[in-house]
């Protein structure tokens, strides 16, 4: 990253080919800044004003009443002497990330004591007993978060190899929006490595895909998980999705339905695919859902959230981050039972 010092303008962080996660975050900040009438700071190494010459130097720089929050990618978590600190978690939707925020959090609970609050999500961090859970604040998107335009592929999956698939899957081509005629509805569900992992909820994807392969009227667009930090990869994402296949006790057909697709990224809040057909969103509970607005969330028939019991955000009220069209529903893995 190129920036002109260790404090830094916005503008510069954001104008450095940064990860999408990381620009979401940071312009959610800047927006609940800018509506509070607070100036906002970027500090790139913070460990370098801990102590002497350099904290003096950085604390005739800011406010008194100044907040720290520390957008972590789950890595670490650093606080700035004297300053309240706060915790952005932004990546927790990729494997990498929630592991090292795992063993952070086992080898260095000392970290988590003093958090303040932490945005748009709610963690126990820490160790017993020094267990902590800082306060979730919740924060929208006020924009929508501009993304490439993301292709629309076939769905086909053979269980034995993710690089079959994805081979086949793009020599067959993407699939244009306008070709899609005679469904009378659509699911979305935006895949992440981290939902996958959960075992309940993988199950439960299985089943909805069998189901929509006999169900001509539905339309089912599943967006591929990416890896943290690089390039979405089609290979990667059916790798991912496939493991949760293997897992579950659902066989799928080897084949390649007109009412199944992959999106190979993101689709943004405006895709001419959300007007065609009215739209349901399927989502775990740890979706970053911050990614998108309300407004968004709003447009749908309903936004059906998969839960485990005594997962991690169990508390949240699912109203508040999607709307009153929101539902939580729990599911079970079937491993757990086997």
């Known amino acids: ?18 990860s999408l996660e990381l620009r979401s975050a940071l312009e959610i900040l800047l927006a609940e800044a800018r509506r509070r009438g607070l100036p906002v700071m970027c500090v790139a190494r913070p460990e370098m004003f801990t102590h002497g010459m350099a904290e003096a130097w950085f604390r005739a720089r800011v406010s008194p009443l100044a907040q720290h929050v520390c957008l972590s990618d789950g890595s670490s978590v650093k606080h700035l002497p ?3 600190t706060h915790v952005f978690f932004y990546g ?31 963690l126990t961090l820490g160790r017993a007993p020094c267990r902590v859970r800082p306060e979730p604040v919740l924060l929208s998107r006020t924009t929508a978060l501009r993304v490439p335009p993301p292709l629309l592929l076939p769905f086909f999956l053979n269980r034995d190899s993710a690089e079959d698939s994805a081979n086949r ?4 081509g993407p699939v244009a929006a306008e070709s899609l005629l005679g469904f009378s509805r659509m699911l979305y569900v935006p895949l992440t490595e981290t939902a ?21 009227t539905t339309l089912l667009v599943l967006k591929c998980p990416a890896a943290c930090q690089v390039e ?60 998108h607005t ?40 079937p491993a757990d039972h086997g």
Not at 196 to 216: N, S, Y
Not at 242 to 253: E, F, G, T
Not at 297 to 313: H, K, P
Request: aromatic residues 10%; contains cysteine; negative net charge.
């Open 169 to 172: 899957v793009q020599q067959a």
């Open 294 to 333: 309300k407004g968004f969330y709003a447009r749908a028939q309903e936004v059906t959230v998969l839960a485990r019991q005594g997962s991690a955000t169990e508390e949240f009220n699912v109203a508040a981050i999607y709307g009153p069209n929101a539902v939580r529903r729990w599911v079970v893995d």
């Open 232 to 291: 979405p990869s089609l290979t990667h994402g059916i790798a991912t999705l496939l493991a949760a296949v293997r897992k579950s006790s659902v066989m799928l057909p080897r084949s390649s339905p007109p009412n199944i697709l992959f999106a190979a990224s993101d689709l943004e809040e405006d895709h001419v695919i959300f007007d065609r057909f009215p739209f349901c969103l399927v989502v775990h509970d740890s979706f970053d859902f911050w990614r």
């Open 92 to 122: 927790l939707m990729f494997r990498d990330a929630v592991a090292a925020l795992r063993r952070l959090s086992r080898r260095a609970p000392e970290l988590m004591i003093n958090l303040g609050s932490q945005v748009n999500s709610c």
């Open 82 to 84: 004297g300053l309240p």
């Open 1 to 18: 990253m190129s920036l002109p010092g260790s404090l830094a303008e916005p503008a510069d962080v954001l104008a450095n080919p940064v």
């Open 196 to 216: 996958l992992d959960d075992g309940a909820f993988g199950h439960a994807v299985t089943e909805l895909i069998l189901q929509t392969f006999f169900d001509p």
